[in-house]
């Protein structure tokens, strides 16, 4: 889910422990949020057969399940991802809110799917964090599409929390350390998506890019700094930092200082924000 670029083993004692429970908590309300309005730019079908690339803990997936919620409109769906933990909590999701979906350890890069299976793949927020900017994974999602498929594949156009974890780091680090999530700026530009897509086999008059907001609301404020700097803080190059134990409550002090201050921010009772993103939302049809 969110892997760092280093075997270095410290981590300092604050960290939260980057689970798919720290996932959903931290992410889960915002990226269905982010499929949800993808998949208003590719209505569902009758019979359609879906797949929920890198689907998690099944946040796509029950975005998909909403937008068919009181349509006479019946789907299969394979939830598919390579990390068995996450799939767990994606059966007891399907079970408990009776989605038609089946969870399937499968490799994104290299699918265990026959070619043509698919109407529809969405790849909610994964893409970018894919080896390879995921063309590997694009070229997969073209094999296993039927012809006349459809894939939805998004990405951020505006981010209001890296830019306050950079702060953080910069604030609390020695000078010149690697900053993380350096180089994520590219897929911001809905035309670096388009290009991986057809690297990935999709005509380039077959892709289509939408932009659109999407809104988040945080957790209490000082829960949500503290599982945003868990969550990335350590994804450099060098790791974490033994540093950055003692330098905690004030990395955390920045971060909740820069969130407030980005582009759309709104505060509300509980010491809570709403957080504006922006995604490139790109549907390639086979």
């Not at 909740?256 to 490139?280: M, S």
């Amino acid at each position: 889910m969110n892997g760092p670029e280093t075997e270095i083993k410290f981590v300092p004692k604050q960290v939260i422990p980057t689970t798919p429970q720290l996932y959903d908590e931290l992410v889960g309300s915002c990226f269905q949020s982010l499929a949800k309005v993808s998949l208003t730019f590719a209505p569902i079908a009758d019979g359609d057969a879906i797949q929920d690339v890198g689907c998690g803990t099944g946040v796509g997936t029950a975005a998909i399940v909403e937008a068919i919620s009181g349509k006479s409109v019946s789907v299969t769906i394979k939830g598919t991802d390579i990390n068995e933990s996450a799939l767990k909590l994606y059966e007891v999701k399907a079970a408990r809110d009776n989605w038609p979906a089946e969870a399937i350890k499968d490799d994104a890069d290299a699918s265990s799917f026959k070619d043509n299976t698919f109407n529809l793949s969405l790849g909610n927020a994964l893409i970018f964090v894919l080896p390879n900017d995921g063309i590997d994974t694009v070229k997969e999602i073209y094999r296993t599409l039927k012809p006349g498929g459809k894939a939805i594949i998004n990405t951020w156009k505006y981010l209001p929390n890296f830019l306050p974890i950079q702060a953080a780091s910069k604030a609390t680090r020695p000078e010149g350390s690697p900053l993380p999530r350096a180089g994520s700026e590219k897929w911001s530009q809905p035309e670096y998506l388009r290009s991986i897509i057809e690297k990935g086999g999709f005509e380039k008059d077959k892709i289509v890019i939408e932009t659109s907001p999407v809104f988040y609301h945080t957790a209490e404020m000082d829960r949500y700094a503290n599982m945003l700097w868990s969550f990335i803080g350590g994804t450099t190059s060098v790791g974490w930092l033994r540093s950055d134990e003692e330098n905690w409550e004030k990395a955390i002090e920045v971060v909740k200082q820069e969130v407030r201050k980005t582009e759309g921010y709104q505060e509300v009772p509980g010491n809570k924000g709403i957080l504006r993103f922006v995604a490139n939302i790109a549907i390639a049809t086979k």
